[in-house]
Structure formats: structure tokens, C-alpha cells
């Protein structure tokens, strides 16, 4: 049997785990509002080559906000997948456990864990939330946000089954393609749903890892989260800003994630003087606004430069409204920096130089603007 409730807060909890066998398994599943996730299409070989591109961030106000992303890596039959988190929530829930006593066996995400493949879409209904995921991408947004994203989302999916979860009423809105319906009747329904995939063999998202590994201290920081909106490119941006306070139970946690929300929107849109960053985010996503983000830009980057030994890129700059980075570019040829240049395009990227090359030592340098195409 599966049993479902809310407590007032993580604090809550023992109270409820005494009524559990001493072998049991705690794993917490986070709202998908709170995590980024994007499909890597062509990973690096080498897992300190995606990090190293990462790492160039670091001397501008993006590397400062990569500094404060907890990366985690899915690998399994469906490809490489990157999700990403802010640390200072992270450090909140990882703090609020760690002062109840409850010891966590797993960290993942609701929209990882309800089935969704290549080959089949799942829309699955949560109060009123939706939670989405199809081979290489998942979102979980409010009702109001689902509207809006979810007809686009369920068109990428192609020729995929789509299999819906107590969204049969929305979904007729959404989709023309046939859908199988299954019940959802209860809350615990979405906790049997989970327990189904948390008990697969393949490849799933768990937090609990570097930093914040369950054999590691946690140090609670209250400094702001910072960077550029674009992070959750394509369908799931702004979704990270959307959940709102609503989502989570935790009051601290609520709280940082309202104020964080408003930093990381003016980090990215310093020009926008309204005051409902919702509607403006919205606003974008039903304009069909395409960004590029942070983790997608970076793969299709270091899948770049690991085909073209020789070339370094260093203080890249992002410009959130336009969903384009700037960067400084090396190599010990003029002809070794063009070759980057056109080969990016098999990644996706359109590369210009700005200004040309120049020989600076036995190195030549430039700088160079990239967007996804």
C-alpha cells in the first residue's frame, strides 16, 4: 500500500519515518521548477572537458553564477543528461534534512521519474501543477505556465506514444495525436508512479554527489544566486523563476527562492522596468523567444573545442536577451581559429568573429560571438 500526505516541513518528518521499517530508503523527489535539465546530443569523451569548459566562466559574472550551479550527470540507454541546480537551495534542503535527522539515500527530480522516453511522451497532473518529460527534455510548471509551454513541447515530441496521467482534460487542449489515459486518482497515484521508475535499472539524476555528496558536510551560504535566466533554454526557460514560493513547503527555502528569483531576472533582463518578472517571462515564452542556455551552449562549446586541439576560449560574456555569448578565442593559428569558427556549426552554434584575427607572441587571438542556430 501507498500512503500519501503534506507536513508543515522538512522538521515534520521523523515523526513520520518512526512509523517506517529501519531498512527503508529515503530518497526526496524535487519539484522540477527547481532544476534545469538539458540533453547533451554529442558529450565530451572526457567528463574534465565539459567541466573545464565550464571552468572559463569563472572570470566574468557568468563563471561567478556557474560557481553557484550543483551540475549533476544522467547516464543511461536514453544519452547524457545535464541538470543543474542553484547551491544556495541545494544547501537549503541538504541543511533542513540534516537538522530533522533524516538521512537521504537519493536526491532526483519528479519530471526524471515519471516514465518518459524517445519513444513515449508523459504529462502527468500534480494539483495543479504539470510535470512533462520526453527523451532529452522535462519541465514541471504551475497550470497557468503548462498552457502555454506544453502544446509546443508535446509537437517536438514527433511520433512519440503519449501517455497521460490525470491530464486528460488538459491535454485534449493540447494535443491532436491520440493519448492513452491512464488514472491518477490520488496523490499517492504520482508516489507509486515514482517508486515504478526509482526502481529501474537505467540511469537517473541523483544530487546527492560532489559537494554534496551524503558523506560530506554541508555549509550553508546565503548569498545570492546569480545568473543569466537563459540557463533553462528552449521549454524550460524561466521555469526555474516561475515555480514561485508555492512549490515549496519549506519556509526558508521559500523565502531565499523568491528573493533569488528576482536577482537572477534582473541579472538577465537589466533593461525590463516592469515589476511582474512572471509575466514578462511568460511574455517570452509565448513569443517564441529561443535561447540557447548555459548547459546547452556549454556542451555544443566543449564538443567544439574537443575537435579542434589547439584553440582556447576565456572570458565569455552572455547576453541573456539576445541568447548569445561573447568570448575572447586563441590558437596558434589564424587558420587553427577559423577552423573552430565553421566547425561549430555541426554543433548547432553560428560563430562570427568580431573584428578578425591578430598575432599577439607566437599566439593569435580574437574574439568571437556564438548562437545556437
Request: charged residues 25%; glycine residues 12%; negative net charge.
Amino acid at each position: 500500500m501507498v500512503e500519501a500526505g503534506g507536513v508543515e516541513g522538512v522538521a515534520a518528518l521523523p515523526g513520520v519515518l518512526e512509523r517506517l521499517p529501519a531498512d527503508r530508503r529515503i530518497v526526496a523527489v524535487l519539484r522540477g521548477e527547481q532544476v534545469a535539465m538539458r540533453d547533451i546530443p554529442s558529450p565530451p569523451r572526457q567528463p574534465a572537458k565539459l567541466k573545464a569548459a565550464a571552468g572559463y566562466l569563472l572570470e566574468d559574472e557568468l563563471a561567478e553564477a556557474v560557481d553557484e550551479l550543483h551540475i549533476a550527470i544522467s547516464t543511461g540507454a536514453e544519452g547524457v543528461r545535464a541538470y543543474a541546480i542553484s547551491k544556495p537551495l541545494m544547501r537549503s534542503w541538504a541543511d533542513a534534512f540534516a537538522e530533522a535527522g533524516v538521512t537521504l539515500a537519493e536526491m532526483s527530480v519528479d519530471y526524471a521519474l515519471i516514465g518518459g522516453s524517445s519513444g513515449v511522451c508523459v504529462i502527468a497532473a500534480n494539483r495543479d501543477r504539470i510535470i512533462a518529460a520526453r527523451g532529452g527534455a522535462g519541465f514541471a510548471a504551475e497550470l497557468p505556465l503548462a498552457e502555454i509551454v506544453a502544446p509546443a513541447f508535446l509537437a517536438a515530441a514527433g511520433e512519440a506514444a503519449i501517455v497521460s496521467y490525470g491530464a486528460h482534460e488538459h491535454l485534449g487542449r493540447w494535443a491532436a495525436a491520440p493519448v492513452e489515459r491512464r488514472p491518477l486518482a490520488h496523490e499517492a497515484d504520482l508516489v507509486s508512479l515514482f517508486g515504478a521508475n526509482l526502481g529501474g535499472k537505467d540511469g537517473r539524476v541523483n544530487f546527492l554527489s560532489g559537494e554534496f555528496s551524503p558523506k560530506r558536510t554541508y555549509t550553508v551560504e546565503l548569498g545570492a544566486w546569480r545568473r543569466p535566466a537563459a540557463l533553462a533554454a528552449g521549454l524550460a526557460s524561466g521555469l526555474v523563476l516561475l515555480g514561485g514560493a508555492s512549490g515549496l513547503r519549506d519556509w526558508r527555502v521559500a523565502e531565499r527562492y523568491e528573493t533569488t528569483a528576482e536577482i537572477l531576472h534582473k541579472s538577465a533582463f537589466p533593461t525590463f522596468e516592469g515589476g511582474d518578472i512572471r509575466g514578462h517571462v511568460r511574455g517570452l515564452l509565448a513569443s517564441g523567444a529561443k535561447t540557447a542556455g548555459f548547459l546547452d551552449m556549454t556542451a555544443r562549446l566543449t564538443a567544439g573545442l574537443e575537435a579542434h586541439e589547439g584553440v582556447s576560449i576565456e572570458r565569455i560574456r552572455f547576453d541573456a536577451g539576445r541568447g548569445q555569448y561573447t568570448f575572447s578565442i586563441k590558437s596558434a593559428s589564424d587558420a587553427g581559429i577559423e577552423a573552430f569558427r565553421t566547425g561549430l556549426a555541426a554543433f548547432g552554434v553560428e560563430a562570427t568573429d568580431n573584428g578578425g584575427y591578430r598575432r599577439t607572441g607566437d599566439q593569435w587571438v580574437g574574439e568571437m560571438t556564438a548562437r545556437a542556430l
